[in-house]
């Protein structure tokens, strides 16, 4: 193999992760929330707010007060969702698509020029306005880990990332513990698969479904956050580009594990690289749609595998999507 | 049979009462489901609760169970006088109940099931500890149970101990059981009974719901009946005697055979409906379930499918009634071939299937009874004109479904859910033989879950259609209720026909060898 198809190589994981990140974020969160019955079609709304809030955040106050401030409207639009669909009961997937229509439309707004400078200028007036206008935001330092990042071809791409990379790996396997592992992660699956047997077992099914609803749609606005500030740091309208939507796609490829999330992530991740890195290479180039569709025509791909290997039986949790109500 | 499902019942247990209802009411929406009623129960002893369908045998076991509070009356636990909430505070209590159908959780393992939300378990349980705790449990009433096994891959018998596990870690010692036999094989229904006469002997009391009086004989130390609501009789099993238990059950008017004597004579063999040759079906572990059967059911003439369960008695009737494509061999039905036709082209063609738990297969519960029966008859003029259901007509077939088949219901527009485990059937039933004039009927366990009299009125129902020229093909696990019924007797062993006995021929004996070692014996064909 030549130096050149090496480096080749791990340029493509390492952007495979850095891309990857977005989708592992969210479909985490993701995971937790359908495993407790809820699924949460707002993600791409959720996470454009992250990024807007990300963005002027990072300007009035550095990256850490983003990244908590996107977590926290994250789980405002969680809590919205919450009350929507486990109190009253609406449709979830009406509850969803309205909270991404909302999220994107605020967001938008938040980002033109002239209302981001005003957001900037009440929330931190010694901050040069003009920075809003620039559209753009330092972006979140690498953080090298000295000596595993110079293992060949894998190194960079796992060492070598933003502090949101490792936290996204780590909350990944720490929720798949809490799933699997603790007497919650058990009551709250078993919300999922039946809530009323649950309820008899004196599990509140409401508390633990708004929680998972909300640690959902706040992991939703971190990975807009990391979006924005750890990966492209700057911004456009629609900057999420459906990538909440692929998120939901992940969680049935990943079959609601977590674990599974972390490869199927950085799968996509790999496959959105290599869309702008193959017509570089020559080929595709005069039909650079199709290029784009690649990623979506993948998960297409997969869902009609996974579901043909399970033989149609894809192993959702049994009450996803049903509002539970306690009278029969 | 009863005789050898039990060793024998225990010492006469001591006459302490555990629990004591008094005077307890509870009337739903057009039904006083339970009426003044007073029921006891003793330390120690197995007490049979048997009653026809509706009888309110599962209302006033929910009651003590904490999931319906009582309109009137009390209860005492231990001679304290308690109110019970929900299942929670009968469970500290240590009451427990097994309801008629399992509610567990298939896609989680056993542990997981057992163990959800029990109170002794810190953030991090220590899950391989709780394994070997149920290990224990099982092994101490020889049960094969592997805790980590997912819940929907076990069978029946197994799901049942493991909702027994629930409550026994628990600490439960008043178990109550609805119906636990329905669902059993006769193998299981013995280690079940072990598993009760142990507890007993550990001082636990259980209640034992079920509509067959042998087996309430054979493992009670005490009976008590119910009727409308109302406790009829209560006394030591080993002073009652199964006419007087089933004459209170169906109020006087003792219950016989009377409808089935106009047995006409044995009926044209030259007219078959359905015929089956050389049929191998997979079944669902992927390997053949059914091997080569042939099996005739001629017009006029009752068939009934004999064997011990898992022996590819369903994968068969499934078959025919289009539910699973056979691998190899020929179905014809009326003359037409029909290997592998869709259900609702046989049912065009004059099949009518009648399938097992119908509870689960048979109707949709949030659905009222009157939609249950639209679902049935949707597609059909005069119910429906170009797609648009005519309603009134629906109503009007299903109140005829209702009056005629007796389904014990105060409206048509309740619920379907509603229905007591056994009018359930009595719908799905008259859903489809109101509705539809078949040439062949096909039904699987007809009778599982039925109280005798409403049992009987199936069977008698099945007579009439063969007298009216319906072939019928019937499966059942209740050996007497084969020979009643059938003219001919179909044995099946290892998914093979291995042997078919006439009516007259068949002894019970004759069919038991047939069953458990699959020879022919003696037997015509
Ligand atoms: N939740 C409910 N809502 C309305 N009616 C009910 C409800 N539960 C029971 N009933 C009615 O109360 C009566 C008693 O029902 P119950 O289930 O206690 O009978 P059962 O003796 O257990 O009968 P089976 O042997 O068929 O199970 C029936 O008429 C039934 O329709
Ligand atoms: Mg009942």
Redesign the interface.
């Given at each position: 193999m030549t130096l050149e198809s090496l480096s080749f190589i791990e340029a493509i994981l390492t952007s495979a992760v850095s891309a990857g990140t977005i989708y592992l974020i969210a479909s985490v969160g993701e995971c937790v929330t359908e495993r407790s019955g809820v699924i949460n079609l707002g993600l791409e709304g959720i996470m454009a707010m992250g990024a807007i809030t990300s963005f002027i955040i990072t300007l009035a106050y550095g990256h850490l007060a983003a990244i908590l401030a996107a977590a926290l409207v994250g789980a405002v639009f969680g809590l919205l969702h919450a009350f929507l669909s486990v109190s009253l009961r609406l449709n979830q997937i009406v509850v969803g698509l309205a909270i991404t229509w909302l999220g994107l439309g605020l967001s938008a707004f938040m980002g033109a020029p002239e209302v981001a400078r005003e957001l900037l200028k009440a929330l931190n007036p010694s901050v040069p306005e003009f920075l809003a206008e620039l559209k753009q935001a330092p972006r979140l330092p690498e953080v090298r880990v000295e000596f595993l990042a110079g293992i060949p071809i894998i190194g960079r791409a796992l060492f070598s990332q933003n502090a949101l990379v490792y936290a996204g790996l780590a909350s990944a396997v720490l929720l798949w513990f809490i799933l699997f592992?603790?007497?919650?992660g058990?009551?709250l699956?078993?919300v999922g698969?039946?809530p009323a047997?649950?309820d008899?077992?004196?599990?509140n099914v409401f508390a633990i479904r708004y929680l998972a609803v909300v640690i959902g749609s706040a992991l939703a606005g971190v990975a807009g956050a990391y979006l924005f500030i750890g990966y492209q740091p700057f911004w456009v309208e629609n900057l999420t580009r459906s990538r909440g939507f692929i998120a939901l796609s992940l969680v049935i490829l990943s079959s609601w594990s977590p674990l599974r999330a972390i490869a199927a992530s950085f799968l996509f991740g790999g496959v959105e690289s290599l869309q702008f890195r193959i017509p570089l290479r020559g080929f595709g180039a005069e039909t650079p749609q199709l290029i784009m569709m690649l990623p979506y025509i993948i998960t297409i791909v997969t869902l009609v595998l996974i579901s043909l290997a399970s033989k149609g039986r894809i192993?959702a949790?049994?009450a996803l999507g049903k509002p539970y109500s306690r009278e029969? | 049979m009863s005789e050898d499902l039990l060793a024998s019942p225990g010492p006469a247990p001591t006459l302490t009462p555990k629990v004591e209802m008094r005077g307890i009411v509870k009337r739903f929406p057009g039904v006083v489901a339970n009426d003044r009623v007073d029921f006891t129960i003793y330390a120690g002893e197995i007490h049979a609760l048997l009653g026809e369908n509706g009888a309110g045998k599962t209302t006033l076991m929910n009651i003590l169970y904490g999931i319906y509070t009582p309109d009137a009356g009390v209860i005492r636990v231990r001679g304290v006088p308690v109110r019970l909430r929900s299942p929670r505070d009968a469970i500290r209590l240590g009451i427990g109940m097994v309801h008629q159908d399992f509610r567990l959780i298939e896609a989680h393992t056993v542990v997981e099931n057992v163990f959800l939300n029990y109170d002794g378990l810190g953030f991090i349980p220590k899950w391989s500890a709780l394994e070997s705790r149920l290990e224990e449990i099982a092994s101490n009433y020889g049960w094969r149970l592997n805790p980590r096994a997912r819940v929907g891959d076990l069978s029946p018998g197994e799901k049942q101990q493991v909702e027994l596990l629930k409550l026994l870690v628990r600490g439960a010692d008043i178990l109550l059981l609805d119906e636990p036999t329905s669902v059993l094989t006769p193998i299981e229904t013995k280690v079940l009974f072990k598993t009760m006469r142990r507890m007993a002997e550990e001082g636990k009391s259980i209640v034992l719901i079920t509509h067959k009086l042998s087996e309430a004989m054979s493992v009670s130390d005490r009976v008590t009946v119910m009727r409308r609501g109302r406790i009829v009789l209560s006394k030591p099993t080993r002073e009652a005697t199964i006419e007087e238990l089933s004459a209170a059950m169906v109020g006087g008017q003792l219950i016989g055979n009377a409808g089935l004597e106009e047995r006409p004579t044995y009926p044209a063999v030259d007219a078959p409906t359905l015929q089956v040759s050389g049929l191998s079906v997979m079944g669902d572990e992927g390997v053949l379930a059914v091997r080569d059967a042939d099996l005739t059911v001629n017009r006029g003439e009752i068939v009934g499918i004999a064997g011990v369960s898992g022996n590819g008695q369903i994968e068969l009737v499934e078959a025919i009634a289009g539910l699973r494509k056979p691998v190899r061999g020929k179905i014809m039905l009326n003359g037409l071939d029909v290997t592998g036709a869709s259900p609702r082209r046989l049912m065009e063609l004059g099949l009518t299937y009648i399938p097992p738990e119908g509870k689960k297969w048979g109707i949709v519960p949030e659905l009222s009874i009157y939609e249950n029966v639209a679902l049935r008859v949707a597609r059909y003029k005069p119910y429906s004109r170009m797609g648009v259901i005519n309603w009134r007509k629906v109503a009007e077939v299903a109140g005829k479904v209702v009056s005629e088949f007796r389904v014990d219901t105060s409206s048509i527009k309740s619920r379907a859910g509603s229905l007591s485990g056994g009018n359930v059937q009595r719908l799905i039933l008259g859903r489809e033989l109101t509705t539809s004039k078949p040439s062949l009927l096909v039904a699987a366990y007809p009778t599982k879950g039925l109280d005798i009299a409403a049992s009987e009125q199936v069977r008698r129902i099945l007579s009439r259609l063969r007298s009216e020229g319906v072939g019928v093909l019937v499966l059942s696990e209740d050996l007497d209720e084969i020979l009643e019924l059938s003219d001919r007797i179909v044995v099946m062993y290892g998914g093979r026909v291995v042997g078919v006995v006439r009516r007259g021929e068949a002894t019970p004996e004759l069919l038991g060898i047939m069953m458990s070692r699959g020879v022919a014996a003696s037997a015509s064909a």
């Amino acid at each position: 193999m030549t130096l050149e198809s090496l480096s080749f190589i791990e340029a493509i994981l390492t952007s495979a992760v850095s891309a990857g990140t977005i989708y592992l974020i969210a479909s985490v969160g993701e995971c937790v929330t359908e495993r407790s019955g809820v699924i949460n079609l707002g993600l791409e709304g959720i996470m454009a707010m992250g990024a807007i809030t990300s963005f002027i955040i990072t300007l009035a106050y550095g990256h850490l007060a983003a990244i908590l401030a996107a977590a926290l409207v994250g789980a405002v639009f969680g809590l919205l969702h919450a009350f929507l669909s486990v109190s009253l009961r609406l449709n979830q997937i009406v509850v969803g698509l309205a909270i991404t229509w909302l999220g994107l439309g605020l967001s938008a707004f938040m980002g033109a020029p002239e209302v981001a400078r005003e957001l900037l200028k009440a929330l931190n007036p010694s901050v040069p306005e003009f920075l809003a206008e620039l559209k753009q935001a330092p972006r979140l330092p690498e953080v090298r880990v000295e000596f595993l990042a110079g293992i060949p071809i894998i190194g960079r791409a796992l060492f070598s990332q933003n502090a949101l990379v490792y936290a996204g790996l780590a909350s990944a396997v720490l929720l798949w513990f809490i799933l699997f592992r603790t007497k919650w992660g058990l009551s709250l699956r078993s919300v999922g698969e039946n809530p009323a047997l649950a309820d008899t077992a004196g599990v509140n099914v409401f508390a633990i479904r708004y929680l998972a609803v909300v640690i959902g749609s706040a992991l939703a606005g971190v990975a807009g956050a990391y979006l924005f500030i750890g990966y492209q740091p700057f911004w456009v309208e629609n900057l999420t580009r459906s990538r909440g939507f692929i998120a939901l796609s992940l969680v049935i490829l990943s079959s609601w594990s977590p674990l599974r999330a972390i490869a199927a992530s950085f799968l996509f991740g790999g496959v959105e690289s290599l869309q702008f890195r193959i017509p570089l290479r020559g080929f595709g180039a005069e039909t650079p749609q199709l290029i784009m569709m690649l990623p979506y025509i993948i998960t297409i791909v997969t869902l009609v595998l996974i579901s043909l290997a399970s033989k149609g039986r894809i192993p959702a949790p049994a009450a996803l999507g049903k509002p539970y109500s306690r009278e029969e | 049979m009863s005789e050898d499902l039990l060793a024998s019942p225990g010492p006469a247990p001591t006459l302490t009462p555990k629990v004591e209802m008094r005077g307890i009411v509870k009337r739903f929406p057009g039904v006083v489901a339970n009426d003044r009623v007073d029921f006891t129960i003793y330390a120690g002893e197995i007490h049979a609760l048997l009653g026809e369908n509706g009888a309110g045998k599962t209302t006033l076991m929910n009651i003590l169970y904490g999931i319906y509070t009582p309109d009137a009356g009390v209860i005492r636990v231990r001679g304290v006088p308690v109110r019970l909430r929900s299942p929670r505070d009968a469970i500290r209590l240590g009451i427990g109940m097994v309801h008629q159908d399992f509610r567990l959780i298939e896609a989680h393992t056993v542990v997981e099931n057992v163990f959800l939300n029990y109170d002794g378990l810190g953030f991090i349980p220590k899950w391989s500890a709780l394994e070997s705790r149920l290990e224990e449990i099982a092994s101490n009433y020889g049960w094969r149970l592997n805790p980590r096994a997912r819940v929907g891959d076990l069978s029946p018998g197994e799901k049942q101990q493991v909702e027994l596990l629930k409550l026994l870690v628990r600490g439960a010692d008043i178990l109550l059981l609805d119906e636990p036999t329905s669902v059993l094989t006769p193998i299981e229904t013995k280690v079940l009974f072990k598993t009760m006469r142990r507890m007993a002997e550990e001082g636990k009391s259980i209640v034992l719901i079920t509509h067959k009086l042998s087996e309430a004989m054979s493992v009670s130390d005490r009976v008590t009946v119910m009727r409308r609501g109302r406790i009829v009789l209560s006394k030591p099993t080993r002073e009652a005697t199964i006419e007087e238990l089933s004459a209170a059950m169906v109020g006087g008017q003792l219950i016989g055979n009377a409808g089935l004597e106009e047995r006409p004579t044995y009926p044209a063999v030259d007219a078959p409906t359905l015929q089956v040759s050389g049929l191998s079906v997979m079944g669902d572990e992927g390997v053949l379930a059914v091997r080569d059967a042939d099996l005739t059911v001629n017009r006029g003439e009752i068939v009934g499918i004999a064997g011990v369960s898992g022996n590819g008695q369903i994968e068969l009737v499934e078959a025919i009634a289009g539910l699973r494509k056979p691998v190899r061999g020929k179905i014809m039905l009326n003359g037409l071939d029909v290997t592998g036709a869709s259900p609702r082209r046989l049912m065009e063609l004059g099949l009518t299937y009648i399938p097992p738990e119908g509870k689960k297969w048979g109707i949709v519960p949030e659905l009222s009874i009157y939609e249950n029966v639209a679902l049935r008859v949707a597609r059909y003029k005069p119910y429906s004109r170009m797609g648009v259901i005519n309603w009134r007509k629906v109503a009007e077939v299903a109140g005829k479904v209702v009056s005629e088949f007796r389904v014990d219901t105060s409206s048509i527009k309740s619920r379907a859910g509603s229905l007591s485990g056994g009018n359930v059937q009595r719908l799905i039933l008259g859903r489809e033989l109101t509705t539809s004039k078949p040439s062949l009927l096909v039904a699987a366990y007809p009778t599982k879950g039925l109280d005798i009299a409403a049992s009987e009125q199936v069977r008698r129902i099945l007579s009439r259609l063969r007298s009216e020229g319906v072939g019928v093909l019937v499966l059942s696990e209740d050996l007497d209720e084969i020979l009643e019924l059938s003219d001919r007797i179909v044995v099946m062993y290892g998914g093979r026909v291995v042997g078919v006995v006439r009516r007259g021929e068949a002894t019970p004996e004759l069919l038991g060898i047939m069953m458990s070692r699959g020879v022919a014996a003696s037997a015509s064909a």
